[in-house]
């Protein structure tokens, strides 16, 4: 072995091991530090060609009350629930993949003008649930870490934007119990300031051995933090797989959707929008399986002690998702303080049902009134799915956008346009 080899070898042991003693900072370090990162390539989606008209041709075939109209947003891949901006630039939506898109309506005549990737230099894993404070800061729940982007809707031209860490990777859930099934969470910033994520269980009914464990960490509830990540408490119990959360702006009671057991029949158990009162309240899960529906796993059990039963009973199997309180004021009075929610569509039902929006009055004493089909015809006769909506938000002019992550797209529902 001659001389110059061995003493590239030396060289290369060397770098090794000053390597290993000084390892690189991160990404998300760098973010932030304040330091770039020196990714520079951002993924942006075209918004015309014969992908938009098909999606126009389908909202053509939307069924809505008299003076409402539909129309195309942005095409958003894989779209799922969204976070508006407090001062109307972007808007972010998030995905059960690894990305978060910005979308930018820049002359507002309410359709995006741009969509592309935020912190392109971020590797991310299912980013599903934006939200934002009052004040700016733009929180995303992942499957199991939960990071903040202070000025995230004026800084989210660079690729390189502030972000820390909130619930570090691995501390939002036990990594045990990290699961391909029922792992899109959602956040909203309460009343109080602090922050509501949802954490679904990952089982269709989750076997006794794990109770304590889930609610000793939430698992099967939704949790609240401070919004720097300290003081950490299981706010709600009792849920299957909450994917859609919002507070009633008149008295700041919280409302969220659950999706129940599967494989129970086509028309058991009832799905739910949920009203919660106070704090550490218990919602039925797993000895009901929706509604007063008991399930097989735990019907001869006895149940919890003062269990809160659903505010509305909604249809087996539809997938209730996102869901948002109605603040604005281009819609008819009749919607002024309701809820509007998104049905994703049924995957184990003989006939399908869902892929539609609902909308939830509310009585003047803060329950529940009438619930009805607001917009339909993602579903057709064929029982073939043309979109499935996701999440429900509000632009600032008082119209509503619907995500679609079969179509890939978000959808503006205005009155008298």
Same mark, same amino acid.
């Given at each position: 072995m001659n001389r110059m080899f061995l003493g590239s070898l030396a060289i290369l042991a060397g770098t090794t091991m000053l390597s290993s003693a000084q390892p690189q900072p991160s990404n998300l370090e760098k973010l932030g530090s304040f330091k770039t990162t020196g990714t520079t390539e951002f993924t942006e989606i075209e918004q015309s060609g014969p992908k938009a008209e098909a999606i126009k041709r389908t909202l053509e075939q939307i069924s809505l009350p008299q003076g409402f109209t539909i129309s195309l947003y942005a095409i958003v891949p894989d779209a799922r629930h969204m976070a508006v901006g407090p001062q109307g630039v972007v808007m972010f939506v998030g995905t059960r993949k690894t990305k978060v898109w910005s979308v930018t309506d820049r002359d507002k005549d309410r359709v995006a003008d741009e969509?592309?990737?935020?912190?392109? +230099?971020?590797?991310?894993?299912?980013?599903?649930?934006?939200?934002? +404070?009052?004040?700016?800061?733009?929180?995303?729940?992942?499957?199991?870490?939960?990071? +903040?982007?202070?000025?995230?809707?004026?800084?989210?031209?660079?690729?390189?934007?502030?972000?820390?860490?909130?619930?570090?990777?691995?501390?939002?859930?036990?990594?045990?119990?990290?699961?391909?099934?029922?792992?899109?969470?959602v956040c909203r910033i309460g009343p109080d300031g602090k922050l509501y994520i949802s954490l679904g269980q990952p089982f269709n009914v989750p076997p006794p051995e794990k109770l304590d464990l889930y609610e000793r960490t939430g698992i099967g509830g939704i949790i609240r933090i401070n919004q720097d990540g300290t003081g950490r408490e299981v706010y709600t119990y009792g849920v299957r797989n909450s994917v859609g959360h919002d507070f009633n702006p008149a008295n700041g009671e919280l409302w969220f959707t659950d999706n129940q057991v599967d494989g129970m029949g086509d028309d058991i158990p009832p799905g739910e929008i949920n009203r919660q009162t106070e704090a550490g309240q218990h919602f039925g899960f797993p000895w009901y399986g929706g509604g007063s529906v008991r399930t097989v796993e735990y019907k001869d059990e006895e149940v919890p002690a003062d269990v809160v039963m659903p505010a509305v009973e909604t249809v087996a199997h539809a997938a209730d998702l996102g869901m948002v309180f109605y603040t604005g004021e281009q819609f008819p009075d009749k919607y002024r303080g309701g809820i509007f929610s998104a049905q994703h569509g049924s995957w184990n039902r003989t006939t399908p049902i869902g892929a539609r929006v609902m909308f939830t009055a509310i009585n003047e004493d803060g329950s529940a009134g009438d619930t009805e089909v607001f917009a339909k015809g993602w579903l057709n006769e064929n029982g073939e799915y043309l979109g499935r909506p996701v999440d429900v938000a509000q632009l600032r002019d008082g119209s509503i956008i619907v995500s679609d992550d079969l179509t890939g797209a978000l959808y503006r529902i205005a009155y008298g346009e």
């Open positions: 969509v592309k990737d935020f912190a392109p +230099s971020l590797a991310m894993t299912i980013p599903n649930g934006p939200c934002f +404070s009052p004040d700016g800061v733009l929180y995303i729940a992942e499957q199991n870490r939960v990071i +903040s982007y202070p000025a995230a809707e004026f800084f989210y031209e660079s690729p390189d934007v502030a972000a820390f860490e909130v619930v570090k990777q691995g501390e939002l859930i036990p990594p045990d119990e990290e699961s391909y099934n029922h792992t899109a969470r």
